[in-house]
């Protein structure tokens, strides 16, 4: 038998860091696509593909397609930054929504190739709100239609997958990581004068719902495996936290006091809701106008035997553990 050609995009992102590593393990031939040359020889194993692809060009995405002949692709390569997507919106679009029709068109040419797109929670549901929260929302809520819709026009086997907040150790922009480089600026500059800035949290009792991102790309590869074509697969912990309580088991790592404005002093508890509108924002369907694309196709990623193995203290602790050993490099 021959090894899985997986293609991932967005290879040398947080997440894509780790799937190539999963991947690699479980002994597929893994492509890793990259934007431009990777400054770090060592960001993959030597035996790791590199392509060197700008997926906003059409053609360079239709060679490197042709010349890989993958049997799965993750795709993960695109834009997250909400205060960005506010600067250039049409960059969204053409990162999350174009770029992503352009893989795709060009899979057509595999017909047999198992595509799996990564989404967002923070998708925009026409007809459930009184519009897009920001540019970046509407750039993955197209990217989901049109994925959802190349499926069923020229009936390509697509995967969709909405992971939550994903935390873990690696480079990351998210709110786990950012505390925890604070708390290993903090251990670096114990006994300076002046400290640390403290670090803002702005409330308390919003709640977030964390994963490890290596829990997540063994969903995945879960969902590329055995999934159902043209079905939007929820990945998440089932348990939605504070980031009050996220914060203090983090500085429970500490090994110096540090700084932290906690917000403001009227910061109060949300009130209980209702079970019955506990429903997590990815298993909305979009609207009466877009049942043929998405109502009744979203799922748990759990029908598949997958569930989560690593715990919140953990990634935690692996969070913390990761910056400590770059910041003594």
Not at 140 to 149: I, M
Not at 269 to 288: E, G, I, M, R
Request: hydrophobic share 40%; charged share 20%.
């Amino acid at each position: 038998m021959t090894a899985r050609r997986v293609l991932i995009t967005g290879a040398a992102g947080f997440t894509g860091r780790h799937a190539v590593a999963y991947f690699r393990e479980e002994g597929a031939e893994v492509t890793a696509v990259i934007r431009q040359p990777a400054a770090d020889s060592a960001l993959f194993p030597a035996d790791v593909k590199q392509h060197v692809c700008d997926l906003s060009d059409r053609k360079a995405v239709k060679f490197m397609i042709e010349e890989v002949q993958p049997d799965e692709v993750l795709h993960l390569a695109g834009k997250n930054s909400v205060p960005e997507s506010w600067r250039d919106p049409l960059l969204y679009m053409e990162t999350n929504v174009m770029a992503t029709l352009y893989l795709l068109d060009a899979l057509r040419s595999q017909p047999v190739s198992r595509i799996l797109v990564a989404g967002s929670g923070l998708k925009f549901r026409p007809g459930l709100s009184a519009g897009p929260p920001h540019p970046y929302s509407l750039s993955k809520t197209l990217e989901e239609l049109v994925s959802l819709a190349w499926c069923t026009l020229f009936k390509q086997p697509v995967l969709l997958a909405e992971p939550c907040n994903l935390i873990g150790p690696g480079p990351s922009t998210g709110f786990c990581s950012l505390l925890a480089q604070h708390i290993v600026r903090s251990e670096a500059a114990a006994g300076v004068t002046p400290a640390p800035p403290p670090f803002k949290l702005s409330s308390r009792h919003t709640l977030r719902d964390f994963l490890d991102v290596r829990d997540a790309v063994r969903a995945y590869d879960y969902i590329l495996r055995a999934g159902e074509t043209g079905r939007v697969y929820r990945i998440d912990s089932g348990t939605q936290r504070g980031l009050g309580e996220i914060a203090e088991q983090l500085l429970a790592h500490a090994a110096v006091k540090v700084g932290m404005d906690w917000g403001p002093k009227g910061d109060e508890q949300p009130a209980a809701v209702h079970p019955a509108a506990t429903v997590s924002d990815t298993q909305q369907t979009l609207s009466a106008a877009n049942e043929g694309l998405a109502a009744s196709r979203e799922d748990d990623a759990r029908t598949l035997s997958w569930s989560p193995q690593i715990g919140l203290s953990r990634s935690l602790a692996d969070i913390v553990d990761y910056y400590r050993a770059g910041s003594k490099q």
